[in-house]
Every structure is written in structure tokens, then in C-alpha cells.
């Protein structure tokens, strides 16, 4: 199964900056999203910022202003820098990428804590 490569997160205090970074495998050409969701312990996966291929983003929640998502397309990786970090910020950060008409797919995840 494709599985992108997740790496970053981490422990931080709250306002400090994490950076997530995502890369498909070259068999998964031109992914058209790509993106982060967030899962917490008991609540529903949130999308938190997404990408386009050609830079468009959209951001979720309390991310605008603090998160920018950012990709290099020969690359095929997507790259999250995260800003004045907040408790509530932390969870798992799952990386996902998809193709037209295509289901996403996923990274392993990387856990993101922020003590206040």
C-alpha cells in the first residue's frame, strides 16, 4: 500500500514553531492535494491546511494566521510551519495527498505536543 513519508513534530511550549514535513513516493505521480489533518484522543480527524499543486491553500480553524503550508512539486513533498503553537494545537498530524478523482492516502502520522 502507498504510504507518504511523514517527518517533524515533536514537544514544544506553547508559541514556539514546529515544522511537519510530506513526501509521496515517486511511484505516486503528481498528487493534486496535499494536506495535514489533525486526530485527538476522542474527537473527530480535523482537516487543518491543505494545498493545491499550483500553491492554492486553504487553511481550518484557529491554523489561519499561525500555520503556512508550502510544497515543492519535484519534490513531491508538502511542508508545514507552525507558529505560536497553542495547547490545543496538539494531536497526531496525518499527511495526505491525492490525485483527481482519487481517495487520499496517508502518512504514519507524527504527534505534535504543546504544554502550556
Known amino acids: 500500500q502507498v504510504q507518504l513519508m511523514e517527518s517533524g513534530g515533536g514537544s514544544v511550549q506553547a508559541g514556539g514553531s514546529l515544522s511537519l514535513s510530506c513526501a509521496a513516493p515517486?511511484?505516486?505521480?503528481?498528487?493534486?492535494?496535499m494536506g495535514w489533518y489533525r486526530q485527538r484522543p476522542g474527537e473527530q480527524r480535523e482537516h487543518v491546511a491543505g494545498?493545491?499543486?499550483?500553491?492554492?491553500?486553504t487553511y481550518t480553524g484557529s491554523a489561519k494566521g499561525r500555520f503556512t503550508i508550502s510544497r515543492d512539486n519535484a519534490k513531491n513533498a508538502a511542508y508545514l510551519q507552525m507558529n505560536d503553537l497553542k495547547s490545543e494545537d496538539t494531536g497526531v498530524y496525518l499527511c495526505?495527498?491525492?490525485?483527481?478523482?482519487?481517495?487520499?492516502?496517508y502518512g504514519q502520522g507524527t504527534q505534535v505536543t504543546v504544554s502550556s
Open positions: 515517486r511511484t505516486f505521480t503528481r498528487p493534486e492535494n
Open positions: 495526505y495527498a491525492n490525485r483527481a478523482g482519487s481517495l487520499n492516502i
Open positions: 494545498i493545491t499543486r499550483d500553491g492554492q491553500t
